[in-house]
Each structure stands twice: as structure tokens, then as C-alpha cells.
């Protein structure tokens, strides 16, 4: 599909859900930046490809962070989005990523702290001010000083997987927020690989799986 310039590819559509891979470095929403934004490709694509006039629904009911690429469900229906926030909420909704870290870790474990975040400065810190986060992991394998992580989000926190292993020194390959060893120009190791869920009308459980970006330092996977 290509809308505004932007390809995007389409995992799943019906007349409830639009399931697609997120680009890297797109907003996943309009932001003070004001560079094309994820939300509204889609709905100018849906208003072109269906003939729709006036503006077109389509709802936003989880975020990926800018630089992060990955799937994404978007709602076509407000009924259809109030079930798969209620899913969000109960923790029916599965999100698993992959990432890059720098260092050696044990094979899995569970992180759990409190995030707090400093609107004004976009930052994301361990504080008990701030909401529960948790996240389970599994090593995948070890490339020298870097480990590729397989990630289940158990809560949805802005910056969450950055936050929590940048401040156990375990820090996202390329981020150029949380890492003070990323060089610039380097793109964060952190994609979203998998997403499940049940459908909003069917009941029917639906997963979508990514394969992992082919690009630096992921290339270093065969």
C-alpha cells in the first residue's frame, strides 16, 4: 500500500482491525516534530482505497516509540477498540520484542521497577514516583559484547524495555537517548516481532510475527 509517499506493508485487514508493520523513525502520531505520522498514512489510504468521505475512524490503542519498527493493530471501529484496550488492560494483549544489549546477561529473568516521566524532557527514569513496569526476557545467543533478548511486555510503559536494562548497564545497542555509548547515526537494536491477540468480533486468537530487520547489528544473527 502506499499512501502520502510511504509504503506500509499490510499484515491483515477486515472490516474491525488494520494490522501492519510500523517503519522505523515514523511517528507512530501527529507530534511537535510535524513529519509524517503513521495514523494518519493509514487513514488517508483507508479514504482513498474505500472512497470515504470526511474523516476517517481509526484507533490508536498502542504505541511503538519513533525510532522502533514493528507490528502494530490499529481499530476500524470504535467498538473494536474499546475490546482490544480492555484486552490491553487485562493483559490479554501479548507484545513481544526483540533487542541488542550490550553486555552479558543471564539466560532469562523478570525486571520489575517503578517509571516516572518527565513530560518536558521526554526522559524516562527508575523512580517509585512513577508507574509499575515489568518485563520478562530470554537470551536468544551472545556476538561478542552484544546479546540479542527476546522480550514479553507485561505492562506498556513509555521507554519501558529502554529504561529498565539501560538501568541495570545493559543498555539498547544505538540508543541515542539511554545509551551514552551509542554513536550517532547509529539506529536502535529494538523491534516489535510479535503481537497477539483476540479478535474483537470473531473471538478467534490472532498472532502476527515479523521476521527481524536484516540491517546493522542485526546482521550479525545468521
Not at 527476546?150 to 513509555?158: A, F, N, Q, V, Y
Request: hydrophobic share 40%.
Amino acid at each position: 500500500m502506499v499512501g502520502l509517499r510511504v509504503m506500509i506493508n499490510i499484515l491483515y485487514e477486515d472490516n474491525h482491525l488494520l494490522v501492519v508493520e510500523k517503519p522505523i523513525n515514523m511517528p507512530v502520531q501527529a507530534d511537535c516534530s510535524h513529519d509524517l505520522d503513521l495514523l494518519s498514512v493509514l487513514k488517508n489510504d483507508l479514504k482513498k482505497r474505500y472512497h470515504k468521505p470526511g474523516n476517517v475512524y481509526l484507533g490508536l490503542v498502542h504505541r511503538l516509540d519513533r525510532p522502533v519498527g514493528g507490528v502494530m493493530v490499529f481499530a476500524k471501529t470504535s467498538k473494536a477498540a474499546g475490546r482490544l484496550s480492555e484486552q490491553i488492560r487485562t493483559h490479554v494483549f501479548q507484545k513481544e520484542y526483540h533487542a541488542i544489549v550490550l553486555g552479558s546477561l543471564e539466560k532469562e529473568g523478570r525486571l520489575v521497577d517503578h517509571l516516572w516521566k518527565d513530560p518536558k524532557e521526554n526522559r524516562v527514569t527508575v523512580d517509585p514516583r512513577g508507574k509499575e513496569a515489568i518485563l520478562e526476557y530470554q537470551v536468544m545467543s551472545q556476538v561478542g559484547q552484544l546479546t540479542m533478548v527476546k522480550i514479553e511486555l507485561k505492562t506498556g510503559r513509555s521507554h519501558q524495555i529502554r529504561v529498565q536494562f539501560a538501568s541495570r548497564n545493559h543498555p539498547l545497542y544505538g540508543d541515542q537517548r539511554y545509551n551514552k555509548h551509542a554513536k550517532v547515526g547509529q539506529q536502535i537494536a529494538l523491534f516489535a516481532s510479535k503481537l497477539c491477540f483476540i479478535h474483537p468480533v470473531t473471538k478467534e486468537k490472532m498472532c502476527f510475527t515479523l521476521p527481524l530487520p536484516k540491517r546493522e547489528p542485526w546482521n550479525l544473527w545468521k
